[in-house]
């Protein structure tokens, strides 16, 4: 018997072995990139040979009006779509499952959806609520506005409500999917055991259904918010260029043909992780509580 | 000796792990590029390379006249063109950027981008850009290389650095069905027009590329011309030119698209908008693209194309060429190829795009078959789009204009 033997008969240290190369491509890719961009956002400047240490990437973005006016929009519209995304996604998913024949066909429907790009996603919604678009056209056809221009303005708007349709149009399905999915047979048999021990529809949905969904509707509903505060060809395509949501303004900066806006780039793109992170570490913290409460 | 498969298991992942990582670190030797003064070695060292070509990739006139018409004449001498279609130039500057970053100074990526003056600066920058070669290609004697704008792009001394390949010039593009000649004779009749009409005009938000285009051009009409903004930034002439301004550009909000509470975003939004009619009159500084828009039926038979009387902006369009790239005598025959008479004919033909050549300096057939190219009504001729043609500024010039805008028009 070897060392070597031991230490490779160890499942442990098998497992790491086996992890390292999966690990590995994390570390350099993700967490690499993260050191990078914090490195810049503190005034590392490889491209201009060096540069000095200094907090004042991060001061030069909380001036700027387009990081502070981002804020507000970045958190509404990852809040509101996940929020609605997930209310309407477990709405559908507990319908559906009272269907008969119908649910394998409309499960086959939110499966289909997964498939298309956010990008065509987007330009659905532009072809249909712009101002020259279908429901516009609709609206005038039947005389509820009198010209296109009259219509509410849903792209481009200051609210948001054009990227917000995206993304509760998209991450619908996909929650619905995650639901459906976890509604088990398991699920089946504790409702029925409810049921006989007296429990009324609303108890066993409240007491029962709810809960064994919550873990992973939770798990997806954080994707979903992860995504929706940093993805950037929605709120480019559908969105004003004033204010913008932080990922579309760290690109602008990042893209600026001066390179010494770099650093304010990546500070901008620091502050979207922290944020994110936050509102995850945050929805955890809550559920955690919410679980030992129950328990 | 259980042990042994696992061993083996490990093994693999293991070694593409270490290749990849070392493949990041370092970059493959490569043989000195010939010199570009030495053509026939330039030639027979480009036989069998691959050009990789950055370029915006959006118009389908545009990549039509690549794949039929410069693509075969590469080949002809050796040299494949993989034309890499993009929607920034910045993103393919980026690509060296990054490359630069990790160190890598040679067998780069990017062989050749079709670049504009702003993102050339941002290399000069950085120091990325390979020089002192584009005088020597053999097609460089039909190009004006004594002119302000081919001496210098957006102010910044181009030095050998770049190729000029096409000329950019600015229009104003409008439906004639909605305005009068006399409306888009000048900015001044434009901005009333749309007063009247208010909704039917607007430009897309700097910075970008056409939409700093448009904010100059309102700036031109209101100082006369950018000659009082000639050279280098000066803080002074700045403050000067541009009191006022601003305020004018906030005054005549009302008239425009959304009352000017928003802005397109790119040129292919306000392009959309005035296809489908919410628009009537926009900038452009591709003039030529609008006959096939006319003709595909995207945009109405009535659209015609009109230079404000302050003039209108023009520019070159360059092939630079990365200091890191790994084809660069392919990249040296694609530019030299591109400002051939034949290749700058084939191009107005199918784009429209105003010759990076000086066509007084081709043969008279070749002049007498550009003067014969039959021209759409609702653009304009090569006569037209040069008569009053006006400089770019310096590109912090630029820089300054769209900053400035961002704050004191965007976000007010």
């Given at each position: 018997m070897t060392t070597l033997s031991v230490v490779t008969g160890s499942p442990a240290v098998r497992r790491a072995l086996l992890l390292a190369p999966a690990m590995l491509v994390i570390g350099v890719f993700f967490v690499g990139g993260f050191a990078q961009a914090i490195a810049q956002s503190l005034g590392h400047q490889p491209l201009l040979g060096g540069g000095r240490w200094s907090l004042d990437a991060y001061r030069v973005a909380a001036d700027d009006p387009a990081v502070r006016s981002s804020i507000a929009l970045t958190l509404r519209i990852g809040i509101l779509s996940t929020v609605l995304a997930t209310t309407l996604g477990v709405g559908f998913a507990l319908v559906v499952r009272r269907l008969g024949a119908g649910r394998a066909w409309l499960t086959r429907l939110f499966q289909g959806t997964l498939a298309v790009p956010h990008l065509v996603g987007a330009l659905c919604i532009a072809l249909l609520l712009?101002?020259?678009g279908m429901t516009s056209r609709t609206a005038h056809a039947v005389g509820l506005v009198d010209d296109a221009q009259q219509f509410p303005a849903l792209t481009q708007d200051g609210f948001g409500w054009g990227i917000i349709a995206e993304y509760v149009w998209k991450e619908t399905p996909f929650i619905a999917v995650i639901a459906l999915a976890a509604m088990s047979v398991n699920l089946q048999r504790l409702e029925d055991v409810s049921r006989t021990l007296g429990a009324a529809p609303w108890q066993r949905l409240r007491h029962v259904t709810l809960p064994m969904l919550s873990a992973p509707v939770g798990a997806a509903a954080l994707l979903v918010l992860a995504f929706t505060m940093g993805s950037y060809e929605v709120p480019v395509l559908l969105g004003r260029p004033f204010p913008a949501p932080l990922s579309v303004v760290t690109y602008q900066t990042f893209n600026d043909t001066d390179l010494t806006s770099r650093p304010e780039a990546m500070a901008i793109a620091v502050l979207l992780a922290t944020l994110t992170t936050m509102i995850a570490a945050g929805y955890l913290v809550v559920t955690q509580l919410a679980r030992r409460r129950h328990a | 000796m259980p042990h042994k498969p696992v061993l083996r298991r490990l093994a693999v992942p293991f070694a593409v792990a270490a290749v990849t990582l070392a493949a990041c670190g370092t970059s493959e030797p490569d043989a000195p590029a010939a010199d570009s003064a030495d053509w026939s070695a330039v030639l027979s060292d480009a036989k069998g390379q691959t050009v990789n070509w950055y370029m915006y990739g959006g118009d389908d006139a545009l990549n039509a006249f690549v794949k039929d018409e410069v693509a075969p004449r590469l080949a002809k001498r050796g040299v494949t063109l993989k034309q890499v279609r993009i929607t920034d130039t910045a993103d393919a500057v980026n690509k060296v950027l990054g490359e630069k970053q990790a160190g890598r100074t040679s067998g780069g990526a990017v062989d050749a981008i079709w670049v504009n003056g702003e993102n050339f600066a941002t290399g000069v920058q950085a120091d990325i850009w390979s020089c002192g070669?584009?005088?020597?290609?053999?097609?460089?004697?039909?190009?004006?290389?004594?002119a302000d704008a081919v001496k210098s792009d957006f102010g910044v001394p181009v030095d050998g650095c770049e190729a000029a390949w096409q000329q950019a010039s600015s229009a104003l593009v409008y439906d004639s069905a909605d305005l009068d000649p006399a409306d888009v004779a000048s900015v001044d009749s434009l901005l009333a027009w749309a007063k009247t009409n208010p909704g039917k005009f607007t430009y897309p938000a700097p910075p970008d590329f056409t939409g700093s285009m448009a904010v100059r051009s309102l700036l031109y009409d209101q100082i006369g011309g950018p000659s009082t903004l000639a050279g280098a930034f000066d803080e002074q002439a700045y403050t000067k030119a541009t009191a006022g301004f601003y305020d004018r550009l906030n005054q005549i909000e009302p008239s425009l698209w959304r009352q000017g509470e928003t802005y397109p975003t790119s040129q292919a939004a306000i392009e959309k908008l005035y296809a489908d009619g919410e628009i009537s009159a926009y900038f452009t500084y591709g003039p030529g693209a609008v006959a096939t828009q006319v003709t595909d039926g995207t945009y109405p038979e009535s659209t015609r194309e009109a230079i404000p009387s302050s003039g209108n902006i023009s520019n070159y369009s360059f092939i630079t060429i990365p200091?890191?790239?790994?084809h660069r005598s392919a990249a040296f025959v694609l530019a030299d190829t591109l400002q051939d008479p034949e290749v700058q004919l084939a191009l107005f033909e199918a784009t429209g795009a105003y010759p990076g050549i000086d066509v007084s300096r081709t043969s008279e057939t070749t002049q007498r078959t550009f003067a014969d190219v039959p021209q759409s009504p609702s653009v304009l001729s090569l006569e037209e789009l040069s008569a009053n043609a006006q400089p770019e500024l310096a590109s912090a010039y630029l820089t300054r204009i769209e900053k400035d805008w961002t704050a004191q028009v965007l976000q007010k």
């Amino acid at each position: 018997m070897t060392t070597l033997s031991v230490v490779t008969g160890s499942p442990a240290v098998r497992r790491a072995l086996l992890l390292a190369p999966a690990m590995l491509v994390i570390g350099v890719f993700f967490v690499g990139g993260f050191a990078q961009a914090i490195a810049q956002s503190l005034g590392h400047q490889p491209l201009l040979g060096g540069g000095r240490w200094s907090l004042d990437a991060y001061r030069v973005a909380a001036d700027d009006p387009a990081v502070r006016s981002s804020i507000a929009l970045t958190l509404r519209i990852g809040i509101l779509s996940t929020v609605l995304a997930t209310t309407l996604g477990v709405g559908f998913a507990l319908v559906v499952r009272r269907l008969g024949a119908g649910r394998a066909w409309l499960t086959r429907l939110f499966q289909g959806t997964l498939a298309v790009p956010h990008l065509v996603g987007a330009l659905c919604i532009a072809l249909l609520l712009s101002p020259s678009g279908m429901t516009s056209r609709t609206a005038h056809a039947v005389g509820l506005v009198d010209d296109a221009q009259q219509f509410p303005a849903l792209t481009q708007d200051g609210f948001g409500w054009g990227i917000i349709a995206e993304y509760v149009w998209k991450e619908t399905p996909f929650i619905a999917v995650i639901a459906l999915a976890a509604m088990s047979v398991n699920l089946q048999r504790l409702e029925d055991v409810s049921r006989t021990l007296g429990a009324a529809p609303w108890q066993r949905l409240r007491h029962v259904t709810l809960p064994m969904l919550s873990a992973p509707v939770g798990a997806a509903a954080l994707l979903v918010l992860a995504f929706t505060m940093g993805s950037y060809e929605v709120p480019v395509l559908l969105g004003r260029p004033f204010p913008a949501p932080l990922s579309v303004v760290t690109y602008q900066t990042f893209n600026d043909t001066d390179l010494t806006s770099r650093p304010e780039a990546m500070a901008i793109a620091v502050l979207l992780a922290t944020l994110t992170t936050m509102i995850a570490a945050g929805y955890l913290v809550v559920t955690q509580l919410a679980r030992r409460r129950h328990a | 000796m259980p042990h042994k498969p696992v061993l083996r298991r490990l093994a693999v992942p293991f070694a593409v792990a270490a290749v990849t990582l070392a493949a990041c670190g370092t970059s493959e030797p490569d043989a000195p590029a010939a010199d570009s003064a030495d053509w026939s070695a330039v030639l027979s060292d480009a036989k069998g390379q691959t050009v990789n070509w950055y370029m915006y990739g959006g118009d389908d006139a545009l990549n039509a006249f690549v794949k039929d018409e410069v693509a075969p004449r590469l080949a002809k001498r050796g040299v494949t063109l993989k034309q890499v279609r993009i929607t920034d130039t910045a993103d393919a500057v980026n690509k060296v950027l990054g490359e630069k970053q990790a160190g890598r100074t040679s067998g780069g990526a990017v062989d050749a981008i079709w670049v504009n003056g702003e993102n050339f600066a941002t290399g000069v920058q950085a120091d990325i850009w390979s020089c002192g070669w584009a005088d020597d290609l053999p097609n460089a004697k039909y190009v004006d290389l004594t002119a302000d704008a081919v001496k210098s792009d957006f102010g910044v001394p181009v030095d050998g650095c770049e190729a000029a390949w096409q000329q950019a010039s600015s229009a104003l593009v409008y439906d004639s069905a909605d305005l009068d000649p006399a409306d888009v004779a000048s900015v001044d009749s434009l901005l009333a027009w749309a007063k009247t009409n208010p909704g039917k005009f607007t430009y897309p938000a700097p910075p970008d590329f056409t939409g700093s285009m448009a904010v100059r051009s309102l700036l031109y009409d209101q100082i006369g011309g950018p000659s009082t903004l000639a050279g280098a930034f000066d803080e002074q002439a700045y403050t000067k030119a541009t009191a006022g301004f601003y305020d004018r550009l906030n005054q005549i909000e009302p008239s425009l698209w959304r009352q000017g509470e928003t802005y397109p975003t790119s040129q292919a939004a306000i392009e959309k908008l005035y296809a489908d009619g919410e628009i009537s009159a926009y900038f452009t500084y591709g003039p030529g693209a609008v006959a096939t828009q006319v003709t595909d039926g995207t945009y109405p038979e009535s659209t015609r194309e009109a230079i404000p009387s302050s003039g209108n902006i023009s520019n070159y369009s360059f092939i630079t060429i990365p200091k890191n790239a790994a084809h660069r005598s392919a990249a040296f025959v694609l530019a030299d190829t591109l400002q051939d008479p034949e290749v700058q004919l084939a191009l107005f033909e199918a784009t429209g795009a105003y010759p990076g050549i000086d066509v007084s300096r081709t043969s008279e057939t070749t002049q007498r078959t550009f003067a014969d190219v039959p021209q759409s009504p609702s653009v304009l001729s090569l006569e037209e789009l040069s008569a009053n043609a006006q400089p770019e500024l310096a590109s912090a010039y630029l820089t300054r204009i769209e900053k400035d805008w961002t704050a004191q028009v965007l976000q007010k």
